[in-house]
């Protein structure tokens, strides 16, 4: 029986032509039957993708013979479904694109990118430095902030103890709540970003930096990486969203959900959009409720105004 797998990847590097790089990676998925999402720009490529595992492995052979691309940190998972023809159900489609940014802050000016990665980003930590320095700041009277960089309905069922949470819908919006200075009481504190594979916190601990935050670090590989490496056992509470059908994955068989469900209020991780086919909220929905007619989250509740700081 073939095997499904999913990747994830980024890379922060300078990419002279975005354009011809975007023809060479279609190519590729196609003729190996990947499905996902790829955007590159000429700041690197930012890269989820899913398919039978021999065709997943000869892509990131090829890819990694690029020269830029050689050191690509992949986090892997489990897919779901292969259809007759092995391709992945996971995504509905393949998109290869050029954007101005490969993870949208709308900060493309303020980036800068060398072959080494972002310019003047934070501090990186392991998982297992992310513990040392929890327990450092303990020891000297002082707790970490954990500053989460996804979108605010992905923390609902899956964040680190304690997280500040911004009430964004998007990464553009955590922006400007800096620029506005709703957090700079934390600029003299030790902050952690993080975020799904690592993407958006490298670049947000950037952007932090260059706003005034003194002492700022970032998760690397991000919560998969983490998840890989203490699982349940540590400060990751709930469920992990991710972009696909799989729409949440859950790093142990101990983990347990912190969300409640949109409808009943019964502890669960499980996600559905809404029912109105223009809206593109995500609602947190138990199993019982998944099924009902009547999820439409603009009948039910504003999540746009529910507070999401924990």
């Known amino acids: 029986m073939a095997v499904s797998k999913i990747i994830l990847f980024y890379v922060f590097t300078p990419l002279p032509d975005a354009e011809a790089l975007r023809l060479w990676q279609r190519d590729l998925c196609e003729g190996l039957g990947l499905r996902g999402r790829i955007i590159l720009s000429s700041h690197g490529i930012n890269a989820t993708l899913g398919g ?9 052979r090829k890819t990694r013979d690029y020269p830029p691309f050689s050191t690509i940190d992949v986090k892997w998972s489990e897919g779901s479904t292969l259809d007759e023809a092995g391709v992945s159900l996971d995504f509905p489609r393949l998109s290869v694109r050029v954007r101005d940014e490969i993870v949208s802050f ?36 002082d707790e970490v902030v954990f500053f ?27 922006v400007a709540e800096l620029d506005n200075g709703k957090y700079d009481h934390l600029k003299d504190r030790p902050i952690v970003t993080y975020c799904t594979g690592g993407i958006r916190c490298e670049v947000l601990s950037s952007l932090m930096l260059a706003r005034g935050f003194g002492s700022v670090f970032q998760l690397d590989g991000g919560i998969v990486r983490y998840g890989e490496t203490f699982g349940d056992a540590g400060l990751w509470k709930g469920s992990l969203y991710v972009f696909d059908e799989r729409m949440s994955i859950d790093f142990t068989p101990d983990a347990r959900p ?19 086919l223009a809206c593109r909220t995500q609602l947190v929905v ?8 009547d999820l439409f989250c603009r009948l039910h509740t504003d999540l746009s105004s529910a507070t999401l700081t924990f």
């Open 286 to 293: 138990c199993g019982d409720c998944s099924s009902t007619a």
């Open 106 to 141: 709308g900060a493309s000016d303020e980036l800068r990118v060398d072959d080494r990665g972002v310019v003047g980003g934070g501090t990186r930590l392991s998982p297992s430095e992310l513990h040392e320095l929890v327990d450092q700041q303990k020891d000297a009277g």
């Open 258 to 276: 912190i969300g409640s469900c949109h409808r009943c209020g019964s502890p669960t991780s499980h996600m559905q959009n809404c029912r109105d």
């Open 52 to 60: 039978e595992i021999d065709a997943v492995k000869t892509y990131l």
């Open 148 to 174: 989460d960089a996804r979108n605010a309905f992905e923390a609902q069922i899956g964040r680190f103890d304690g997280a500040v949470v911004p009430e964004v819908g998007n990464s553009r919006d955590i």
